[in-house]
């Protein structure tokens, strides 16, 4: 699996956008990217995932470089409760069972009131 | 629509006892899958279960070892605990008869040994 890179932490305004950055310069054409996040005490949160083209969801939006070698999570309107750790995870493709994730130290959101 | 259930959440053993941890997936998924979160890291993954057999595996030594269920559950075993056992287990189930599904997680078992 592609090795994926992190900002160690960020802070983020109460009712701004947070901006997730991730790079993952080594990923090949079939491995997605995927993010979760883990708010203290609970278990890992699926948020979204993607290939080449961006997608966005209930909880957040994925933009993917055009080379795929870089993406950023975006939460619109960010509040307390999107404080957490944030995992981007490039995860290989399969048509038949899952694959397993593999978890970096990811990027500690604090939101500010 | 439970999502997946862990038990027990907390657990303290000592040196050379075992444990079993239990899991429950999320209605209608059928495949589980185990990671160990040491204080302050990301999960790490131990194996998968789908359609009762182990099908993936990672870097854990044989003390570490799981078991499903017909109805999907699974538990996993871990014999002769040493110190650097202590950690959260994970389970995650999804749907492994689709490819590409996201994996839904649990909120662990924390444990301890002392």
């Known amino acids: 699996d592609a090795k994926t890179t992190q900002p160690p932490s960020m802070d983020c305004a109460e009712g701004r956008a947070a901006n997730l950055p991730c790079n993952h310069s080594?990923?090949?054409?079939?491995?997605?990217v995927y993010w979760y996040r883990q708010i203290h005490s609970q278990g890992p949160q699926y948020i979204i995932h993607?290939?080449?083209n961006n997608e966005t969801n209930e909880m957040a939006s994925l933009i993917i470089t055009e080379d795929r070698k870089s993406s950023t999570l975006i939460l619109p309107h960010a509040t307390l409760r999107d404080t957490a750790v944030y995992y981007c995870?490039?995860?290989?493709?399969?048509?038949?069972?899952?694959?397993?994730?593999?978890f970096g130290t990811g990027t500690r959101l604090t939101i500010i009131p | 629509d439970a999502g997946v259930t862990q038990s027990p959440t907390h657990l303290i053993k000592t040196r050379g006892q075992q444990v079993t941890l239990r899991c429950s997936p999320k209605?209608?998924?059928?495949?589980v899958s185990w990671y160990q979160q040491a204080l302050g890291q990301g999960p790490q993954f131990i194996f998968q279960?789908?359609?009762?057999?182990?099908?993936q595996r990672g870097n854990f030594p044989d003390r570490f070892s799981g078991h499903q269920f017909p109805n999907y559950s699974s538990e996993l075993n871990v014999n002769a605990l040493l110190l650097g056992d202590s950690a959260l287990y994970l389970c995650?189930?999804?749907?492994?008869?689709?490819?590409?599904?996201?994996?839904?997680f649990g909120d662990g078992t924390r444990l301890s040994i002392l």
């Open positions: 995650a189930s999804s749907l492994g008869s689709r490819g590409n599904q996201p994996q839904h």
């Open positions: 080594t990923i090949s054409g079939n491995e997605y």
């Open positions: 993607g290939l080449k």
């Open positions: 995870i490039v995860r290989l493709w399969a048509n038949f069972g899952n694959e397993k994730l593999t």
């Open positions: 209605s209608g998924h059928d495949t």
């Open positions: 279960y789908y359609e009762e057999e182990e099908r």
